[in-house]
């Protein structure tokens, strides 16, 4: 009864998009990244580690693990009812019967015992229901292993993600201390000259406020650190040891290896998100075919064997035989138009998961074309700003010769100074968003599978 299933063709293009920012995007990929272990994707020692014990603690994919139990439960209860079911039983039943009651004129006490095995209301599935509801149960079974992959893939790029940004700003927290050091140093010697009475009081407060500055970022640092620690230890599920932090970005700049995105066919079709929408879809494809057997009859079997005696010390003596056999047919002939309303309903649920499965593949086609987007213009940009870091960082040193032969006053100083410690921490935030971008394709191509 159920309708022949057809996969929906995917609404996206048969590649991915062109353009100035997708130089790398024709790459193609030696084998699917789901084929490769995220073992062999994240390469950093503690980055490991990291991820094995989120793996072993994290409670969301805990959550997902159990889902998968609950809903194997539920396909191994939907096909059990393929399958009769035998019952042992045993009654006794005691009775007084008035005399108005009996053909003798006198009450009588009835005693009975029986023992037997029985049949239950088992349906011979003719028409489909019973298969039809097994088939939907598996279909969720199998949803909810592609949900717990999918919460799998996600976590092992949130604790990339969350160990990148904590090495990032630990490195920035770093930079702001050692530009309080220089900058210290600076108003030190600003304030000698004051005293001496070779600098203004413009360049004593001048210098001031770049102390203050960066006394004001090393709280914000700090703040941040803590912040993505206890991300971290969260995302983990445990608390993360303090051998396994990062110290530094720039000690994790390849933590990942670099990957080819492949063809969005190889690469849609297999992420567990699309597998899970498309397992859902048959899912709710093999349900119609259960509402379209409620129109047809339904029979029923209950039979019954054992022993049955007034008298319990006789009960397996004599002929004590019994059985019965109870075959039952209902044929729906009027439900005021609810069979036909489950079928409405079940058709409906069907073009729903129609539409939620080609969403997923164009949500899908959109994060992986935005990662490659990204990808694509990043060396660039880093590239750009390790020329411009560079070149604030020789103005510097120039502004700071110059005003030292009293060419220039302590404002240019001041305004190199701020100009160089803002490349750095921009050179900081580039560096973390390429290596973030690694992170975001190895989720958003389908992960690695697990060893």
Known sequence: MAPKYEQPAAPVPAAWPQGPAYREAA?????????IPWQEFFVDGKLQKLIALALENNRDLRVAALNIERSRAQYRI??????????????????????????????????????????SSYELDLFGRVRSLKDQALEEYLATEQARRSVQISLVAEVASNYLTLAADRERLKLAKETLESQQSSYNLTKSRFDAGVSSALDLHQARTSVESARVDIARFTTLVAQDANALNLVVGSPVPAELLPAALTENLTAMKDVAPGLPSDVLLRRPDILQAENLLKGANANIGAARANFFPRITLISNVGFGSTDLAGLFSGDTFTWAFAPRISLPIFTAGANQATLEVAEADRNVAVAQYEKAIQTAFREVADALAQRGTIDDQLAAQQSLTDATDESHKLSLARYDKGVDNYLQVLDSQRALYGAQQNLIGVRLVRLLNQATLYKVLGGGAPE
Do not use: W
């Open 27 to 35: 790459a193609v990929a030696e084998k699917p990244l789901a084929d």
């Open 78 to 119: 939907r096909r059990s009812d393929l399958f009769p079911k035998v019952d042992a039983n045993a009654d006794g039943n005691f009775a007084r019967v008035s005399e108005d009651l009996t053909r003798t004129g006198n009450a009588e006490t009835i005693d009975e015992y029986s023992v037997g095995l029985g049949v």
